[in-house]
T-cell receptor, first 116, second 116 residues
Framework: GAGVSQSPRYKVAKRGQDVALRCDPI?????LFWYQQALGQGPEFLTY????????KSGLPSDRFFAERPEGSVSTLKIQRTQQEDSAVYLC??????????????FGPGTRLLVL | AQTVTQSQPEMSVQEAETVTLSCTYD???????LFWYKQPPSRQMILVIR??????QNATENRFSVNFQKAAKSFSLKISDSQLGDAAMYFC?????????????FGAGTRLTVKP
């Protein structure tokens, strides 16, 4: 595709529900990143994939957060037993190669999650 | 840990005028990359400009330029001849040059308003 896409764009969940957020990176991009952006804040790193391998998950806030990229393309971020503090915009980004250094990350439009 | 600080939550500029957005960062590393990202109301983050720390020359991209002061750990963005389309949130970001560190650290952002 022309850019990174994410779905759904908006998600309202009741506290305790599980949610799944999808990211379609730019075709052929090796690296994929997930970020969490709280209201009025900058994005915060959650996790990083190189192809299907999750090389860094140090930013995941709790074991309720789980991400996968089984075939090295589409990725899903799953949040179990959602809490109100999980309300945020979840951004996905992809990059062509290893994703480090000066390499450009291309961001998707984000999924705005509201937990009631 | 590296931190990025943007001390101006909001800035405003008259169309066609010049504005400077401030960013400071804290790191003990000598090699790293700095970025400015723009996030319009549609929320898709776009790379504006980047700077390699080992380069003394300030990066420029058309109307956008940076003032990189490595000793002061300062990285400001200057927008010349401001246009209405420049209105957005601007985020300063830091990334280590070490390949094991893939995450980007973002500041809290500066909301830029452009007045016609």
């Amino acid at each position: 595709g022309a850019g990174v896409s994410q779905s759904p764009r908006y998600k309202v969940a009741k506290r305790g529900q599980d949610v799944a957020l999808r990211c379609d990176p730019i075709s052929g991009h090796v690296s994929l990143f997930w970020y969490q952006q709280a209201l009025g804040q900058g994005p915060e790193f959650l996790t990083y994939f190189q192809n299907e391998a999750q090389l860094d998950k140090s930013g995941l806030p709790s074991d309720r957060f789980f991400a996968e990229r089984p075939e090295g393309s589409v990725s899903t971020l799953k949040i179990q037993r959602t809490q109100q503090e999980d309300s945020a915009v979840y951004l996905c980004a992809s990059s062509l190669a290893g994703g480090w250094g000066q390499e450009t990350q291309y961001f998707g439009p984000g999924t705005r999650l509201l937990v009631l | 840990a590296q931190t990025v600080t943007q001390s101006q939550p909001e800035m405003s500029v008259q169309e066609a005028e010049t504005v400077t957005l401030s960013c400071t960062y804290d790191t003990s590393e000598s090699d790293y990359y700095l970025f400015w990202y723009k996030q319009p109301p549609s929320r898709q983050m776009i790379l504006v400009i980047r700077q390699e720390a080992y380069k003394q020359q300030n990066a420029t991209e058309n109307r956008f330029s940076v003032n990189f002061q490595k000793a002061a750990k300062s990285f400001s963005l200057k927008i010349s001849d401001s246009q209405l389309g420049d209105a957005a949130m601007y985020f300063c970001a830091y990334r280590s040059a070490r390949s094991v560190n893939n995450d980007m650290r973002f500041g809290a952002g500066t909301r830029l308003t452009v007045k016609p």
